[in-house]
Each structure stands twice: as C-alpha cells, then as structure tokens.
C-alpha cells in the first residue's frame, strides 16, 4: 500500500464513522472548529493527518481511534 491508498482508506474509514454518527461533513466541521473543505479533503484522502491530529477526529467523532486506522490489512 503506498501513502495515496493509504491516505484514501483512512478517509473512507472517517466518512464511514462520520455517518454512523448522523453527522454532516459541515456538523462534524462545526464541531471540531474546521472548515467543511478540511473534512471533505480528508474523506477523499487528500489531507493528510498526524496521528495526534487522528486521535482528535477519533474523539469527535466519538469512535475508538482503531475503527479510523483499521486498513484491512
């Protein structure tokens, strides 16, 4: 898996929990003091993220921080 894929898996994983939460890409923006564009960027694997910065969205999105690094492999 290079960064690309890697960055793209992990946006999937974020929308997945995103939406299993009812949240919106500009509610969960609102809530974590970002803009919609930053949430979406991330969903479609072009922002990439330090693994503190994921711990946050993982808390904000109230979701264990492996359901956001859980790639399949």
């Not at 894929?5 to 509610?27: A, M, P, S």
């Not at 803009?35 to 072009?46: D, L, R, T």
């Not at 693994?51 to 999105?61: I, P, Q, S, T, W």
């Amino acid at each position: 898996m290079n960064k690309k894929e890697l960055l793209k898996h992990f946006g999937k994983n974020v929308k997945i929990e995103r939406i299993k939460k009812d949240l919106t890409q500009e509610q969960l923006a609102k809530i974590m003091g970002k803009s919609q564009n930053f949430i979406a960027c991330i969903e479609c694997g072009k922002q990439n993220m330090s693994l503190g910065k994921v711990l946050e969205l993982a808390n904000y999105l109230q979701t264990d921080i492996n359901n956001l690094l859980n790639f399949g492999i």
